[in-house]
């Protein structure tokens, strides 16, 4: 039976070493990073250190399996990351990429961070295993990737990506759903593409604790028209214009559930590279997600979106963060909270109306209230109260509470002291 690759729509190649003017000042080493809001959407936030100044990279010696149309290995963002799995198309051991696909999924999971040309990878520690399973047409058969599932397993992967779907049932899959079972009761992450036919299924077989389907976000982080959902489906990322390595030293944003299962799987190494395996790394990201749909699953979102940093805070303790984060300094003068109250970050893991109070001896000198959508942080201004006016005068040092809370959602306290300059 003939495979279909997810379809990935090539919208933009660019050059090695372009640095768009739009570019973070803040990610200057890789000077495409700014165009990789996939990452800032996934909250991936400062888990890409591998600077000495930096924490020591997460994921390190990570092997994820890339069952695809072969990566371009001389790539310079993948250079040194890709080890060479066996070509089930050509027969040999050169899974080399003639189509781009392949190579597009690579980068998202493992580009080099750092190193001053294109961009990153969700885990740039990890290694790549790759292993052709897709012609240059991106056909294939399910015997073939059977064979390569079966490949990674035997070659010592630990997590395997599958941007693949089918282009019609047949009796053949069975063998890919033995070959994913074989790899789960290995200890092995499987991560599938939902399909872009906008099906109300995921297109890939899952088996429960076996696979974790993912669907595809637009940049609106709202559900990408074409990405499939419902029935199997366990959670979504960004799958809209999504950039990443292409064969010829380029780039190129593509689009399609193929580069939102890339996302989880680099997720999913750096877990591993925490210790957890198998259904447990399934079980972490799925718990971790951001609940940006219907409150629960549910069948557009599954379990919600992609979090990177919640997956990793806390994974190998097995905590998992609280549903709010407070961001304000922890020091602030006293004429400007009586006067102008005080900005506080609220960061929510699912939409609701989030409300911030400061209280200094018990009283309430400052509140405020703002919506969040359960996928960005929000700031919160809050105004003073008539008790500000009372207690926020005089006295050279005053100690307080920043208190921040969600319908629904433990609050959270962040201690605070106000300065009388």
């Not at 070659?155 to 089918?166: E, P, R, T, Y």
Request: aromatic residues 2%; glycine residues 12%; charged residues 20%.
């Amino acid at each position: 039976m003939l495979v279909r690759v997810v379809l990935a729509a090539v919208a933009l190649v660019l050059a090695l070493g372009a640095s768009p003017a739009t570019m973070s000042a803040s990610a200057a080493e890789d000077p495409l990073r700014g165009l990789q809001w996939a990452l800032d959407a996934i909250h991936l936030g400062d888990l890409l250190g591998t600077s000495k100044s930096k924490p020591p990279p997460v994921g390190q010696g990570v092997i994820v399996a890339v069952v695809d149309s072969g990566v371009d290995r001389a790539h310079p963002d993948l250079a040194g990351r890709v080890l060479s799995g066996p070509d089930l198309i050509e027969d040999d051991a050169n899974p080399d990429d003639a189509q781009g696909h392949g190579t597009h999924v690579a980068g998202i999971i493992a580009a080099i961070a750092d190193n001053g040309i294109g961009g990153a990878g969700v885990a740039p520690a990890a290694q790549v295993l790759a292993v052709r399973v897709l012609n240059d047409r991106n056909i294939g058969s399910a015997r073939g990737v059977a064979r390569g599932i079966n490949a990674a397993i035997d070659a010592g992967a630990d997590v395997i990506n599958l941007s693949l779907n089918w282009s019609e049932p047949n009796e053949d899959l069975s063998l890919v759903t033995a070959a994913m079972q074989r790899a789960a009761d290995a200890g092995i992450v499987v991560i599938v593409a939902a399909g872009n036919d906008a099906k109300s299924h995921c297109e890939e077989p899952v088996l429960e604790r076996v696979a974790l389907c993912v669907g595809a976000l637009d940049s609106g982080l709202q559900l990408a028209p074409f990405s499939s959902h419902g029935q199997g489906l366990g959670l979504v990322a960004p799958g809209s214009q999504v950039l990443s390595t292409y064969p010829g030293e380029r780039y190129a944003r593509m689009s399609g559930t193929s580069q939102a299962a890339a996302q989880a799987s680099g997720v999913a190494a750096l877990l591993v590279g925490l210790g957890l395996r198998g259904d447990k790394v399934l079980q972490r990201l799925t718990d971790s997600a951001r609940d940006i749909g219907v409150r629960g699953y549910d069948a557009l979102t599954g379990y919600g979106l992609l979090d990177a940093g919640r997956a990793v805070d806390g994974a190998a303790e097995g905590r998992i963060p609280p549903y709010l984060r407070i961001g304000a300094a922890q020091r602030s003068a006293q004429r400007s909270v009586r006067q102008n109250g005080l900005r506080v970050r609220c960061d929510a893991a699912r939409a609701g109306l989030c409300r911030v109070r400061v209280r200094v001896r018990g009283a309430v000198v400052a509140s405020g209230s703002l919506n969040v959508n359960g996928a960005e942080a929000v700031t919160v201004r809050t105004k003073p109260t008539r008790a500000a006016r009372r207690i926020l005068n005089g006295k050279r040092e005053l100690k307080g509470l920043i208190e921040v809370a969600l319908t629904g959602s433990p609050g959270v306290r962040q201690p605070l002291v106000l300065r009388r300059r």
